[in-house]
């Protein structure tokens, strides 16, 4: 997906080189119509630019002191007379979009790096196709602990809104830190509306702004990809393997198949940590219930204290509406 999403841009970066090249010529030729003493200016400016430079290549070129004087009063002239008529001072400079790589994409003259829009244009688009985009963005920056109550949870010595509050801030340190991170995997566990979700996205949000390949992905989805993977023969799980960090959010809601379903999920964890990456997972299912679902096998892959932090959230559902 990252390499496709790159190839896509550097497509739209293409295009939109293309369309700057048509707007800044029809602008000239707007101004050798209606304003021809501006035009000429131009030209004079365009003889002068391309004399010198076939004079540096010819070998003839001499040192012309008043030669940046020169320019600077034409490119004066011309900004005076465009805005005298009726036309932005910078009308017939070079048009693009981002001041820093002009629209390439690229900055640095023997190393080539990407610039900064071209990262937040990958950002941008990587949110889109794993979901990120939209009205209500979860990130660690939206997080309101407010809406959890802040009453003693049942059996417990702390509030759910204290519970909330310290394990959004292990959720952003990890995100933060990643790879350099004490544990590998995360495994979130604990009722529906707790949150799970929201920390996943927020953790998913923050490593796209590292510029880290991450999946976000339903369970649901993954084992539709899981399926046509092992039953097809084909390669469409190969995203899953190679995510730097794959994020499964809901495993356990998932149809189960016998035989299928957990040896597929076994072998995506096994070959993830055996590759040395990271795996976040979200589960409505408490540990005794998940190791009975998922065997003994992944629940201990996942159950790893020395890999794997489980975060076990606690409390009331705070999406159910209150009784009036």
């Not at 880290?212 to 993977?229: F, G, P, Q």
Request: with cysteine; hydrophobic share 35%; glycine share 4%.
């Amino acid at each position: 997906m990252r390499e496709d999403l790159l190839n896509e841009l550097e497509n739209e970066y293409a295009q939109l080189r293309a369309d700057n090249e048509r707007t800044e010529e029809m602008r000239k030729e707007k101004i050798r119509m209606e304003q021809p003493h501006i035009y000429e200016l131009t030209k004079e400016r365009e003889n002068i630019v391309f004399g010198t430079l076939r004079n540096i290549v010819n070998g003839t070129a001499t040192k012309a002191n008043d030669l940046p004087e020169r320019m600077e009063k034409l490119n004066e002239q011309i900004r005076v007379l465009l805005t005298k008529n009726g036309y932005p001072a910078d009308y017939l400079a070079p048009v693009f979009r981002c001041p820093i790589c002009k629209d390439t994409g690229k900055i640095g003259d023997t190393i080539k790096e990407n610039c900064e829009c071209l990262k937040k244009a990958y950002q941008r688009k990587i949110r889109e196709k794993i979901g990120l985009s939209g009205a209500h963005i979860e990130t660690f920056e939206t997080f309101d602990s407010s809406v959890f109550p802040n009453t003693i949870i049942p059996g417990q010595k702390f509030t759910q809104r204290k519970l909330m509050n310290h394990y959004k801030d292990i959720c952003e340190k990890w995100a933060n830190e990643y790879p350099e991170v004490e544990f590998r995997d995360l495994l979130l566990t604990g009722s529906t509306g707790l949150g799970k979700t929201f920390l996943l996205r927020a953790m998913a949000d923050r490593l796209i702004e590292r510029d880290i390949n991450v999946l976000i992905i339903s369970a649901y989805k993954m084992l539709e990809i899981l399926r046509k993977s092992y039953f097809e023969n084909d390669n469409s799980s190969s995203e899953l393997l190679d995510a730097q960090v794959l994020m499964i959010d809901d495993l356990g809601s998932e149809p189960l198949m016998q035989n299928v379903t957990v040896e597929q999920v076994f072998n995506l964890l096994n070959e993830r940590q055996n590759r040395d990456l990271s795996t976040v997972i979200s589960t409505n299912l408490e540990i005794p219930k998940f190791r009975e679902r998922y065997t003994e096998r992944i629940a201990s892959r996942l159950g790893d204290s020395r890999n794997c932090k489980v975060i076990r959230l606690l409390g009331e559902d705070i999406r159910m509406p209150e009784e009036t």
